[in-house]
């Protein structure tokens, strides 16, 4: 990562033994690489992007002067000027191009797509890339005011809708809570919103202050007693040995970032048999009742301790019978991710997990200035039927409306699709889309 300026063209999909091989360096302590202090990631001379594989009709280009960024987009449907403009937000670890099957159907419904690498991530730059950077310009708040700016460079007042998937979701329902005026509807996919955090009301008069039944710090320990002892993934994600993880699985002589990305899309995506026949999580007594229960998910959520990310997935690899034959996601789109985050890396993309609600007082404050507020436009969510992710709260993914939305629509279950819907089941998602902006127009 200390030359952002050069990748490979290609990065080579390595075999199951030399991930395993490169994870059992990986594994352990965290390494001793001192954190990078880059200025800001540049773009420089690169190769055109998605490797020649997006849709027709679908094009890349640079945006300036974004909130103090030059944002990297896909778009579609700019043949026509004045289309009214859909939004897409990806999420963790995605791009812009986890949305290039959807907006030609967008296009062909009369919209503007547009789709950026999201702050911290891929070919979007002017972020302070070193592990230690000021954390503020990655809160959610801020993000939104990304999403803002982007709107207003691109010459629009507001837009149709905004999309937001994973850690899009945040962003998005942020977005449509604060300016509706700019993004008046909503989709969720593969998370809800449960409201923004709130002060404690009536406590004058003698309402109780309430207080979480256990911590984080508390949640931690109890996966600490677990046989085999676990982890947190969002915890892991937030260390610097993660970031190091990740940036010698980058630099290593065989690289394996796209080895990696077939991995870990696979664990969670809809062809992985752990994520078949979900139950929701019901509510829980305590704190290792609660570890138990989580510890029944794959362990891309729930790590064994001892191992990294790379560990994880390299104990879980698909055989090569499955990587060729997977329609969803190509060898070829596995390169693109692989090309796009070696030369990036993930310090931006980890920033979430470091700073997120629960962990990271700063982001608790900053939304507190919409305690109690309401998402008030018509709003959706969509979840594949085969992702955790959407399972992990108490009664699943059609409890997601029942709290902080005046105007939900209702929870689409997609048959087929895991985690990634909108690359696994991009024809369904293209259809709710365009059929929510129709019946809310």
């Known amino acids: 990562m200390s030359n952002l300026n050069s990748f490979p063209s290609t990065v080579p999909l390595i075999s199951r033994r030399g991930l395993l091989a490169f994870a059992s360096v990986?594994?352990?302590?965290?390494?001793?690489a001192?954190?990078?202090?880059?200025?800001?990631?540049?773009?420089?001379?690169l190769p055109s992007y998605g490797n020649g594989m997006l849709p027709a009709g679908v094009r890349a280009r640079l945006i300036l002067n974004v909130n103090g960024l030059t944002v990297n987009i896909l778009e579609a449907g700019f043949e026509t000027p004045g289309r009214p403009m859909v939004l897409l937000l990806h999420g963790f670890p995605n791009l812009a191009y986890s949305w290039r099957k959807v907006m030609p159907a967008l296009a062909a419904a009369g919209y503007y797509a547009v789709a950026p690498d999201c702050r911290g991530f891929g070919r979007t730059t002017g972020w302070d890339t070193s592990f230690d950077a000021d954390p503020a310009p990655f809160l959610a708040i801020n993000m939104v005011r990304d999403q803002i700016a982007l709107v207003y460079a691109l010459g629009y007042r507001n837009t149709a809708m905004m999309v937001g998937h994973d850690q899009?979701?945040?962003?998005?329902?942020?977005?449509?809570?604060?300016r509706p005026d700019i993004f008046p509807r909503l989709t969720l996919i593969g998370g809800g919103f449960g409201g923004t955090p709130s002060f404690p009301f009536n406590t004058a008069n003698g309402a109780p202050v309430p207080t979480p039944a256990y911590t984080n710090e508390d949640l931690d320990a109890a996966y600490a007693k677990l046989s085999p002892p676990r982890k947190g993934y969002g915890d892991y994600w937030s260390t610097r040995e993660a970031d190091n993880d990740m940036r010698t699985l980058a630099s290593g002589k065989s690289n394996g970032m796209a080895g990696f990305f077939r991995g870990f899309y696979y664990m969670k995506s809809a062809d992985f048999a752990g994520n078949q026949n979900l139950q929701p999580m019901h509510a829980?007594?305590?704190v290792q009742e609660a570890a138990e229960q989580n510890a029944q998910m794959p362990e891309y959520y729930v790590m064994r301790r001892d191992r990294s990310m790379p560990a994880t997935i390299a104990a879980f690899m698909p055989n090569g019978t499955y990587s060729r034959n997977c329609k969803w996601l190509t060898d070829s789109d596995c390169e693109v991710y692989g090309n796009e985050y070696t030369r990036s890396g993930w310090t931006g993309a980890l920033h979430v997990y470091r700073h997120r609600l629960g962990t990271y007082p700063q982001q608790s404050a900053e939304q507190l200035t919409f305690s109690g507020r309401t998402i008030d436009v018509p709003a959706q969510v969509i979840?594949?039927?085969?992702?955790?992710?959407?399972?992990?709260?108490?009664?699943?993914?059609?409890?997601?409306?029942?709290v902080g939305f005046t105007l939900f629509k209702g929870v689409h279950m997609i048959e087929r699709a895991g985690h990634w819907t909108q690359e696994e089941q991009p024809e369904q998602v293209g259809q709710l889309l365009t059929a929510f902006l129709r019946e809310h127009a």
């Open 34 to 45: 001192a954190p990078l202090r880059a200025a800001v990631v540049n773009s420089g001379d």
């Open 168 to 178: 899009g979701v945040q962003v998005a329902a942020l977005g449509a809570l604060i």
């Open 26 to 32: 990986a594994g352990g302590a965290a390494l001793a």
């Open 284 to 286: 829980v007594r305590g």
């Open 383 to 402: 979840s594949g039927k085969q992702d955790w992710g959407a399972n992990r709260a108490v009664g699943g993914p059609m409890t997601v409306g029942k």
